[in-house]
């Protein structure tokens, strides 16, 4: 079991381990919801330790496959955790990923 921030996050986070609650996860894959009929961008750190490489090619791919646009931005010398941290390099292209999926607000508002 992966521990994170010193406790299992993700195994409290869905109730339980995978053989505890599977319907859970299913539930919450990305994988399983496709195609979402949305686009979606994926900011990618250069030294993510979370989720392999693989898992995120993969899903883009499957993405892309269902008919949904994606797109990964990749920034350096970030982790994980920076890209959901304001005050780190990581937030220009986050906020700026946001407000792209957002798309234009109204004049005026």
Known sequence: MRRICGRPVVHEMMGGAPSEVPDHYAAASPSSLAPTGVPQIMVWGEFEDN???????????????????????????????????????AC??????????????????
């Not at 008919?67 to 920034?75: A, C, I, K, N, S």
């Not at 350096?76 to 959901?84: C, D, L, S, V």
């Open 51 to 89: 989720v392999p490489e693989a898992e995120l090619q993969s899903f883009v791919a499957l993405a892309e496959a269902s008919g949904d646009p994606v797109e990964v931005l990749r920034v350096p010398g970030i982790a994980h955790f920076e890209t959901a941290s304001p005050n780190t390099v």
């Open 92 to 109: 220009p292209t986050v906020r700026g990923a946001i407000f792209k999926l957002l798309g234009p607000t109204p004049t005026g508002q």
